[in-house]
T-cell receptor
């Protein structure tokens, strides 16, 4: 079946540090890939997505590239802020599965001033 | 546009009872999906409804059911509640169904079973 593996957190960084959160997936065919963010007490917000190999999704300074050859979709940001502290989820949407998303376990990011 | 709304936001129930949660999607969205979020199991897909039809179902027992109305609002029902059903239940809406469509999540309903 489909699965998503994320690096375990928490990840603790100082403000303005470089962020990488690793995400790898297992799926048949060509799934769509997503990063969602969850702030305390809230639902999930879509951060970025990529729907085919070599696509780069980007939003609010965050980027991720769909790498078919390494089945990866790592999240990066060049300079994190305290306001980026949240839990980040990598997810895949498989073909012929409607809107069903398979999520990774989530990675908590803590950014210190 | 108003976002996805879920009611109630918090709920406390006793084992053996049943519960109904409600989700109102973004106007014009026809797909509603439900997820269960727990610290142990993470985010797990429950089911998706599109145009009043169940499109997909996750690996949950039959105690979990749902439906969608003609105005796209959706409800999920859990019967014979167990302690393990305590979770944050999230719904998400999308204009269409398909792996590339963006989904918009509501704030969730926090269910506590005692």
């Amino acid at each position: 079946g489909n699965s998503v593996t994320q690096m375990e957190g928490p990840v603790t960084l100082s403000e303005e540090a470089f962020l990488t959160i690793n995400c790898t997936y297992t799926a048949t065919g060509y799934p769509s890939l997503f990063w969602y963010v969850q702030y305390p007490g809230e639902g999930l917000q879509l951060l970025l997505k990529a729907t085919k190999a070599d696509d780069k999704g980007s939003n609010k300074g965050f980027e991720a590239t769909y790498r078919k050859e390494t089945t990866s979709f790592h999240l990066e940001k060049g300079s994190v802020q305290v306001s980026d502290s949240a839990v980040y989820f990598c997810a895949l949407g498989a073909n012929n599965a409607g809107n069903m998303l398979t999520f990774g376990g989530g990675t908590r990011l803590m950014v210190k001033p | 546009k108003a976002g996805v709304t879920q009611t109630p936001r918090y709920l406390i129930k006793t084992r053996g009872q049943q519960v109904t949660l409600s989700c109102s999607p973004i106007s014009g969205h026809r797909s509603v999906s439900w997820y269960q979020q727990t610290p142990g199991q993470g985010l797990q897909f429950l089911f998706e409804y599109f145009s009043e039809t169940q499109r997909n179902k996750g690996n949950f027992p039959g105690r979990f059911s749902g439906r969608q109305f003609s105005n796209s609002r959706s409800e999920m029902n859990v019967s014979t509640l167990e302690l393990g059903d305590s979770a944050l239940y999230l719904c998400a809406s999308s204009p269409q169904t398909g792996s590339s469509y963006e989904q918009y999540f509501g704030p969730g309903t926090r269910l506590t079973v005692t």
